[in-house]
């Protein structure tokens, strides 16, 4: 008689406590990151860690990490690093590079090192806080709209399409531009309303492949709820996804954001990168300061850069196709004697 038993556990001859067979060991499957998939028994924390190491060992996702984490630690202490009050209009104007100005000073007789490094935060806080957002927010829709199906799937996928075909950029023009001066907050929210459609529809595909998979039919037939089986079955064996997500919507806000201060859309009382080119350009600074565009330009560059560099990474680690090219690299192939 057949014993029935708990998802994830031995099963077949050879299980524990089973007296037919020689005892074997499968392999456990594997996700796109190098996880073990779904019902193998790996939880979230786990898997990160795994990602964890799996950074550590790409040069891609180490570089990008190091200059993720300069910039939150620049964002974190501004005022060990400048202390200057950056939107203090004391000083000379159009001064050079010295000591005491180490970029020199705007058109506006404001410390420039000071408004970089003190800009840093805002970009972040818009980065992370969009990146997140969206990405749980598509999170909910994209899986309940596959695990459900049916109707529910009917209508997110319809909202979903909506805004997939709308054009991102000229949208955020459209509401920025009701919204004349909007402050960090409101750039987070807007940004993330509009961006979290394309990462819906990937992770819903993700999820129709693991709607029929055992373990789920193990819990539906356990008598779980539906929201217990999205969250804790579903959800923890895409983490490697969501990362890629969270880092390409990370990625995207930036330069959203950035973009829209730029031509005046964002609070011009706030500083950060993109106000700083949107009075560096309404000044001239290309002829008397052109240091006024080009540091904070580059660090937008690099800030989008860090993001890039650990979602390539992630995609290489991702990507059993690529693993074994890379690894081939420089190796003789040995011809049979």
């Known amino acids: 008689m057949a014993m029935l038993?708990?998802?994830?556990?031995?099963?077949?001859?050879?299980?524990?406590?089973?007296?037919?067979?020689?005892?074997t060991t499968a392999a456990a499957p594997t996700t796109a990151g190098g996880l073990l998939a779904a019902g193998g028994g790996i939880t979230g924390s786990r898997s990160l860690r795994r990602m964890a190491r799996a950074v550590t060992a790409n040069r891609k996702a180490t570089v990008g990490f190091v200059l993720l984490l300069l910039f939150c630690l620049v964002a974190a202490f501004p005022g060990a690093i400048a202390h200057d009050d950056p939107?203090?209009?004391?000083?000379?104007?159009?001064?050079?590079?010295?000591?005491?100005?180490?970029?020199?000073?705007?058109?506006?007789?404001?410390?420039?090192?000071?408004q970089v490094v003190y800009g840093t935060r805002p970009v972040l806080l818009i980065a992370f806080g969009v990146g997140l957002g969206a990405t749980v927010i598509a999170m909910l829709i994209g899986v309940a709209a596959a695990y459900l199906g049916g109707a529910w799937d009917g209508v997110l996928s319809l909202v979903t399409d909506v805004l997939l075909v709308i054009p991102a950029f000229p949208l955020l023009?459209?509401?920025?531009?009701?919204?004349?001066?909007?402050?960090?907050?409101?750039?987070?929210?807007?940004?993330?309303?509009?961006?979290?459609?394309?990462?819906?529809?990937?992770?819903?595909?993700?999820?129709?492949?693991?709607?029929?998979?055992?373990?789920?039919?193990?819990?539906?037939?356990?008598?779980?709820?539906?929201?217990?089986?999205?969250?804790?079955?579903?959800?923890?064996?895409?983490?490697?996804?969501?990362?890629?997500?969270?880092?390409?919507?990370?990625?995207?806000?930036?330069?959203?954001?950035?973009?829209?201060?730029?031509?005046?859309?964002?609070?011009?009382?706030?500083?950060?990168?993109?106000?700083?080119?949107?009075?560096?350009?309404n000044n001239e600074a290309f002829q008397v300061a052109p240091l006024w565009i080009i540091v904070p330009g580059l660090c937008i560059v690099a800030l989008g850069a860090a993001f890039a560099l650990l979602n390539y990474a992630f995609d290489e680690i991702g990507n059993p196709a690529l693993r074994p090219v890379r690894s081939m690299r420089g190796k003789r192939v040995k011809r049979p004697r």
């Open 87 to 114: 939107n203090a209009e004391i000083y000379p104007r159009l001064l050079g590079v010295s000591a005491q100005h180490l970029l020199g000073t705007t058109a506006l007789r404001q410390d420039m090192f000071a």
């Open 173 to 281: 023009i459209v509401i920025a531009s009701y919204l004349h001066g909007a402050g960090t907050t409101v750039m987070i929210a807007v940004i993330t309303l509009i961006s979290w459609s394309y990462t819906a529809r990937q992770l819903r595909a993700q999820a129709l492949s693991l709607r029929n998979r055992e373990f789920l039919e193990a819990a539906r037939v356990r008598g779980e709820r539906s929201l217990y089986i999205i969250i804790v079955e579903i959800i923890p064996t895409m983490t490697s996804l969501l990362v890629a997500s969270f880092l390409t919507n990370a990625l995207y806000a930036v330069l959203f954001s950035s973009s829209l201060q730029f031509i005046g859309l964002g609070d011009p009382s706030v500083t950060s990168w993109g106000t700083m080119l949107y009075w560096a350009e």
């Open 5 to 23: 038993r708990a998802p994830g556990g031995p099963q077949g001859p050879g299980a524990a406590g089973d007296p037919q067979g020689p005892q």
